[in-house]
């Protein structure tokens, strides 16, 4: 069977990730995103197993002694982790998975899954990054001004990704990702197995 391509997606709060990520979704069959596992409180509107799985930091802790994740992390005081299970699951079914993490996550992703695609979005311009962070309307001026400082230290790292993709125009910028996977499942190694048969009538192998 012709398996899937983990893609490891990364980008500044702000560029426009989670946009992004939900429109090519919208726009391809055969890919989805994986669930992460959080300790963090359920948020009203969102649904256990569809947003995130919600489990207690005892339990999540457990699953991290047992190699449950395929990466985590602590993010102020609540953790975040990829299952590895899941992730290999859709994989061995032929799906493209997409992993919505940060440059960090992604570097432990990379030791287990060598042959990941990695992506990083970045904003067109500070200039633009503020306005759209200041846009949200729900932070003070001093969380901005953090946000930016954390968002700067984040996109230092877009040369450890094999793609770069900068959202200024949106539709432009999806067209690019759809690029990158489109043309990965054009690969040799994922239409021979595809198109074995067709292979074989035509070369008469």
Same mark, same amino acid.
């Given at each position: 069977?012709?398996?899937?391509?983990?893609?490891?997606?990364?980008?500044?709060?702000?560029?426009?990730?989670?946009?992004?990520?939900?429109?090519?979704?919208?726009?391809?069959?055969?890919?989805?995103?994986?669930?992460?596992?959080?300790?963090?409180?359920?948020?009203?509107?969102?649904?256990?197993?569809?947003?995130?799985?919600?489990?207690?930091?005892?339990?999540?802790?457990?699953?991290?002694?047992?190699?449950?994740?395929?990466?985590?992390?602590?993010?102020?005081?609540?953790?975040?982790?990829?299952?590895? *299970? #899941?992730?290999? +699951?859709?994989?061995?079914?032929?799906?493209?998975?997409? %992993?919505?993490?940060?440059? &960090?996550?992604? /570097?432990?992703?990379?030791?287990?899954?060598?042959?990941?695609?990695?992506?990083?979005?970045?904003?067109?311009?500070?200039?633009?990054?503020?306005?759209?962070?200041?846009?949200?309307?729900?932070?003070?001026?001093?969380?901005?001004?953090?946000?930016?400082?954390?968002a700067e230290a984040d996109m230092s790292h877009?040369?450890?990704?094999?793609?770069?993709?900068?959202?200024?125009?949106?539709? *432009? #910028?999806?067209? +690019?990702?759809?690029?990158?996977?489109?043309?990965?499942? %054009?690969?040799?190694?994922? &239409?021979?197995? /595809?198109?074995?048969?067709?292979?074989?009538?035509?070369?008469?192998?």
């Open positions: 069977m012709d398996r899937g391509t983990l893609y490891v997606i990364s980008a500044p709060s702000g560029a426009g990730k989670t946009s992004l990520v939900k429109a090519l979704l919208e726009s391809l069959d055969g890919i989805e995103v994986s669930v992460s596992h959080t300790t963090r409180a359920m948020r009203p509107g969102e649904v256990d197993g569809e947003d995130y799985h919600f489990v207690d930091a005892e339990r999540f802790l457990a699953m991290v002694v047992e190699g449950d994740f395929l990466e985590h992390a602590q993010v102020f005081d609540n953790y975040y982790g990829t299952s590895r *299970q #899941a992730v290999q +699951e859709r994989l061995q079914r032929g799906h493209d998975v997409i %992993l919505e993490i940060d440059w &960090q996550g992604a /570097r432990q992703v990379r030791k287990l899954f060598p042959d990941c695609r990695s992506i990083f979005i970045l904003p067109p311009s500070k200039a633009a990054l503020r306005e759209r962070l200041t846009g949200r309307g729900q932070d003070s001026e001093a969380i901005i001004e953090r946000r930016l400082r954390d877009y040369d450890e990704f094999d793609f770069v993709v900068v959202n200024d125009d949106f539709e *432009q #910028a999806l067209a +690019e990702l759809r690029a990158i996977v489109v043309a990965q499942r %054009l690969t040799l190694q994922r &239409q021979a197995v /595809r198109l074995r048969e067709l292979i074989a009538e035509l070369t008469g192998g």
